[in-house]
């Protein structure tokens, strides 16, 4: 008898990292898809430095914050009651997109949050009223390690003094040098979730394009999906409208459902 839930026979790579996937992994076995996790970074927290804290003072009051995802907010919390007296009533606080502004709210942290009206990104934020004319505002961004420096670099040409503090960094995982090429090609998986471009870039960079053509890519953005082009996949990929669990699985639903 045929199963009739949506995601059934189907298997899932999973390659959230493990402190986003466990959500996305219970619900695809709840419909009836076998989620195989295959976290291609780690995300770890990193200690400020006596100099970040100190510059921190010193540009109080601060004009705005910008949380950058989900884990700025995670792992900036421990912080959080040493930043506080360096936050006005009139501070404002901006989240790169919905989910990032529900993580702040599931925390408890007590201050209006503002977020794109449109997109969860750089370039959407960026589009901001509020974030147009910054000369000798104060803003703090709360961010990991590294990363494109559009948010960055645009802010500061807008006038801001800017302190980016990054709360956590991106660890690649040791599956890249230890899983071989066989293991896609034994599995058969019928999608592949990406969550960002880094991502991809590690596993095209392990495992040469050319031989994943048969993979089915679910990413989450414009962005990935050009990204994914460049590198020179070429085969199915589909476009999940944000990151959240829900959204990456109806993307594959409804796809499934058109196409059967």
């Known amino acids: 008898m045929t199963s009739s839930l949506p995601l059934a026979g189907l298997r899932i790579l999973n390659t959230r990292p493990v402190s986003q996937n466990k959500t996305l992994h219970e619900k695809i076995k709840t419909l009836g898809g ?53 936050m006005t ?3 404002k606080v901006f989240a790169i997109g919905k989910a990032t502004e529900q993580k702040l709210l599931k925390n408890n942290f007590l201050h209006p949050v503002i977020t794109p009206e ?22 703090l961004l709360i961010s990991g390690e ?12 807008r ?50 394009v050319e031989s994943m053509q048969g993979l089915s890519l679910v990413v989450i953005s ?3 999906v050009s990204f994914a ?10 476009q999940a409208t944000h990151g959240s669990a829900d959204s990456i699985i109806r993307a594959i639903v409804t796809w499934q459902e058109n196409h059967q």
């Open 222 to 224: 414009d962005r990935m």
């Open 34 to 86: 076998e989620s195989y996790l295959f976290p291609i970074i780690h995300i770890e927290a990193c200690t400020l430095t006596k100099e970040q804290q100190a510059q921190l003072a010193h540009l109080a009051p601060w004009n705005a914050w910008i949380f950058t995802s989900q884990n700025a907010v995670l792992h900036s919390m421990p912080y959080w009651p040493q930043w506080q007296p360096f």
């Open 89 to 91: 009533n009139a501070t």
């Open 159 to 208: 006038g801001a003094h800017l302190l980016k503090l990054p709360v956590y960094r991106r660890i690649t995982s040791t599956l890249l040098e230890t899983t071989p090429l066989h293991f896609f090609e034994e599995n058969h998986f019928h999608w592949a979730i990406f969550t960002s471009c880094e991502s991809l870039h590690h596993f095209f960079s392990r495992w040469p």
């Open 118 to 139: 449109k997109g969860f990104n750089s370039e959407a934020l960026l589009e901001h009223p509020a974030l147009q004319h910054l000369h000798q505002q104060s803003i």
């Open 146 to 157: 590294g990363g494109r420096g559009l948010l960055e670099n645009t802010l500061k040409e």
């Open 229 to 238: 082009r460049n590198l020179g996949f070429k085969g199915r990929m589909i």
